[in-house]
């Protein structure tokens, strides 16, 4: 039971292009911040020190870095890989995860990327 001045936490939306919708999706605005500042210790415009092996840390930084796409563009793949690059080495983890998660989709033939629809 709440007690009365006390706030739940309020969870962050879940994107509407997401694929499986599980407890990984359940994260505070908290709780994101936390894993940003670890894993971008720079600021969330700088490289990311390493990619997460869990899935809701995964979450958080993929939403991170779909940020750095513009969502009224196509990109090539060599695009999308050089602004990957300026994020982490591999890039092509990152670019295979961001299509996994449902923030990009592409030609069946790899010739064009873009964000998905929020």
Do not use: C
Not at 51 to 63: A, D, M, Q, S, T
Not at 83 to 112: C, H, M, N, W
Request: aromatic letters at 12%; a neutral charge.
């Amino acid at each position: 039971m709440e007690e009365a001045g006390e706030t739940k936490p309020a969870f962050l939306d879940v994107h509407r292009t997401a694929r499986i919708v599980d407890e990984r999706y359940m994260m505070t605005e908290e709780e994101n911040q936390r894993i940003l500042k670890t894993y971008f210790p720079e600021g969330t415009d700088g490289p990311l020190t390493e990619f997460p092996r869990k899935e809701k840390r995964k979450l958080v930084i993929l939403r991170q870095i779909i940020a750095r796409f513009s969502r009224d563009r196509q990109y090539t793949e060599k695009e999308v890989n050089e602004i990957l690059k300026a994020v982490y080495s591999d890039f092509v983890t990152i670019r295979r995860y961001l299509i996994e998660y449902g923030f990009l989709d592409r030609q069946p033939d790899g010739s064009s990327y873009w964000v998905k629809d929020k």
